[in-house]
């Protein structure tokens, strides 16, 4: 390559540079700009997390002492300041199962109501929603209580369902349908809760006689 070719291969390259800086260069600001942006939103993101993490082992505390007053004031601004956090959605599980503790369905079954609308894992709605059947049966409502099971529940939640809509239809006196939700949620039900749902059929044995 002759020295004559060099300098006409620098000055096309002269040529490109100074026809593609602008967008080049506004590209790569833009690039750098976009990296620190999302690091910058992750961090935050962190640090958000943290503080509720901080706030949530708080709310324990409290619940704990029987603080009721301070306990539903850390839930409220969880719920408001971190509700994109798990520690929110944990934090109104918790209220609403202290609620139930005092028989305050309203309060137990608004915090439930909550999380169904605004928990972003599935599995966490999934418990709200079955607490939400359980807090209507308590509260005399025993069909809006089973319109609120799920025709087909999630996977892993089909036996507390029909554990739920054996006792809700033995107490309406439908022992059959009592027995049927229970065999249905024996067979699939965790070890934990075999034996307990045992006894539930155990105790319905005339049915299976009469039948």
């Not at 750098?32 to 997390?49: C, D, H, K, N």
């Not at 199962?97 to 972003?120: F, M, N, P, S």
């Not at 065999?183 to 006689?209: F, H, M, P, T, W």
């Amino acid at each position: 390559m002759s020295h004559y070719d060099d300098e006409a291969q620098v000055e096309e390259l002269k040529k490109w540079w100074k026809e593609n800086r602008a967008p080049l260069i506004a590209g790569l600001v833009l690039g750098l700009s976009g990296i620190v942006g999302w690091q910058y939103w992750q961090s935050f993101e962190a640090r958000r997390s943290a503080e509720a993490s901080q706030m949530f082992e708080t709310l324990k505390l409290a619940a704990n002492q029987n603080k009721v007053g301070e306990t539903r004031a850390i839930v409220e601004k969880l719920k408001s300041e971190y509700a994109r956090t798990p520690y929110a959605a944990s934090g109104a599980l918790l209220a609403a199962r202290l609620a139930a503790d005092r028989k305050d369905w309203k309060i137990a079954g608004e915090e439930l109501q909550w999380v169904d609308d605004h928990a972003r894992d599935d599995g966490i709605r999934q418990i709200a929603r079955l607490r939400q059947a359980r807090v209507l049966w308590q509260m005399g409502k025993p069909e809006d209580a089973l319109k609120r099971i799920p025709a087909v529940p999630e996977a892993g939640f089909e036996p507390l369902y029909d554990e739920l809509r054996g006792d809700i239809k033995l107490a309406q006196g439908d022992r059959l349908a009592a027995r049927e939700a229970y065999q249905k949620a024996l067979s699939g039900a965790a070890a934990a809760n075999r034996e307990l749902i045992q006894r539930k059929l155990d105790d319905l044995a005339d049915v299976a006689a009469a039948s």
